[in-house]
């Protein structure tokens, strides 16, 4: 029975569109070969494979007729337009996955990370950007609650901005931190608006200037030692009183720990956590009176400490 995907595919139909990819038939497209004849000739696939692949795309609504020629409609703007990450989609990525589950077997053997595709962290911001508002906007009410008179708050390793600016939204003062990369990216959809970006990995901030130190879905894309030093982080980035909250799917409260346990394994890096760790490296970098609290219409949980002592 066909199993569907976050992107909204069936998995047959994502493999289906990976290899599309990867064969060069969505390359063929998007570089205007309007017919299966031509695909065919440019990606180098049999007729057969092309006509089927593009009947395929056409019905999964990615390509139209037009005439006696197909073309790439809004659903495949992902594969085109990069520059803005808002319009990148979910999909990209989840093909970007495909290539490292096909490499899962060597990466198990090796314990290497895998190579990563092209576009790679443009297309994870992409996915990144295209988080469910609902989600968004539970996790940083969950946030809020937890230091409800915060006034500055850093969105650490924040990626395309979603949360830090549903933050700046609510009247904080928002700071989005990533790695340069990251930053070079996001930095003329941001800068303009009303969240600062500063770019570090570990974050470099100044002592004591944030009232509320947040972090969504980052500490499963790290190692234990690299969360450690995330919280050490924002422990010194916090003010006296400030507060760390840290929101992920927590194994043992979330159905969806083991599938990004999975992915983890196949990035070769990161991985899904219990509460225990979550409330070690709280405690370790200094935090009290830590808490781990289901948040509210998601599958994550909110990992929360305060900085109490006084510099």
Request: charged content about 25%; hydrophobic content about 45%; aromatic content about 6%.
């Amino acid at each position: 029975m066909p199993t569907r995907d976050r992107t909204g595919l069936d998995i047959e139909e994502l493999f289906l569109l990976w290899a599309a990819r990867r064969s060069g038939v969505l390359g063929a497209l998007t570089d205007r070969a309007g017919t299966p004849e031509a695909v065919a000739e440019q990606a180098g696939v049999t007729d057969r494979a092309a006509r089927a692949t593009v009947e395929a795309l056409a019905e999964l609504g990615f390509l139209a007729r037009v005439g006696d020629e197909y073309e790439l409609t809004n659903r495949a703007l992902g594969f085109l337009a990069k520059r803005d990450v808002r319009s990148i989609g979910r999909l990209p990525h989840a093909l970007d996955l495909f290539d490292l589950w096909v490499a899962l077997p060597e990466t198990m053997a090796t314990d290497d990370p895998p190579a990563r595709p092209p576009n790679w962290t443009r297309n994870r911001l992409g996915a990144h950007a295209a988080t469910d508002d609902a989600l968004v906007r539970a996790a940083v009410t969950a946030a809020v609650r937890a230091r409800p008179d915060a006034e500055r708050v850093a969105d650490l390793f924040g990626g395309s901005g979603v949360y830090a600016r549903e933050f700046a939204a609510r009247g904080f003062d928002a700071t989005l931190v990533d790695d340069p990369a990251v930053i070079e990216i996001v930095e003329p959809l941001l800068a303009r608006g009303p969240v600062e970006l500063v770019a570090g990995d570990p974050p470099t901030l100044p002592a004591a200037a944030f009232d509320l130190a947040f972090a969504a879905d980052a500490c499963r894309e790290r190692s234990i030692d690299g969360n450690r030093k995330l919280c050490a982080a924002a422990f010194d980035a916090l003010a006296p009183g400030g507060a760390i909250v840290l929101v992920d799917a927590v194994r043992g409260r979330s159905d969806a720990a083991t599938r990004i346990a999975a992915e983890a394994l196949a990035k070769g890096g990161g991985g899904t956590y219990g509460e225990a760790e979550f409330r070690a490296w709280l405690a370790d970098a200094g935090f009290s009176d830590v808490a781990v609290r289901d948040v509210p219409g998601t599958d994550r949980a909110a990992a929360v400490g305060y900085k109490h002592t006084v510099d």
